[in-house]
């Protein structure tokens, strides 16, 4: 039997079971039909009436002031531009500067696989292959991470004994 030929009875077949179920539809419908319920079994309390929005604008909530709270100023038409801070420079990413971060983000991440490692121990224990699978994925991914870190770590202490002490 060519493909062709096997597509065209699989469609067939399919027709053939979308006739019979629609044949048979009605016939189920029909064969459990429900008694009408009286209205008085359906709502036996009143109607409520519709509540209608009031016509008249609501006004905002006004609270009174605490003590030691400072009205704003009133807004003057055209007023002068106002001086901003100055913005502090940007301190120099050093080697140790480097070197504290990479060391602290690797904390963090030891901090993760640690946790992550007890959610695995619980999915395993409550026989949840498909959440262990999720975590030993993640479980990997963070411990080459990891070791990416520490290895920059060790690059970065190497230069930041070199470096010159901060004045």
Request: net charge negative; no cysteine.
């Amino acid at each position: 039997m060519r493909n062709r030929e096997r597509v065209m009875l699989g469609s067939a077949g399919v027709l053939v079971a979308a006739l019979v179920a629609v044949m048979l539809w009605p016939a189920r419908e029909a064969a459990s039909p429900t008694p009408p319920v009286p209205a008085a079994q359906v709502s036996p309390n009143p109607a409520v009436p519709v509540r209608t929005p009031d016509p008249a604008p609501r006004h905002a909530t006004v609270v009174p002031p605490s003590p030691g709270d400072v009205p704003p100023e009133p807004e003057v038409a055209n007023a002068p531009p106002q001086a901003n801070d100055a913005i502090p420079e940007e301190l120099p990413q050093t080697a140790r500067w480097k070197l504290e971060k990479t060391e602290h983000i690797a904390t963090l991440l030891g901090r993760d696989v640690s946790r992550l490692e007890g959610e695995r121990q619980e999915a395993k224990a409550r026989g949840d292959k498909t959440r262990v699978d999720q975590v030993d994925a993640l479980l990997q991914r963070h411990r080459v991470r990891l070791n990416e870190l520490r290895e920059e770590a060790r690059t970065l202490a190497e230069a930041a004994r070199d470096e010159p002490a901060d004045p």
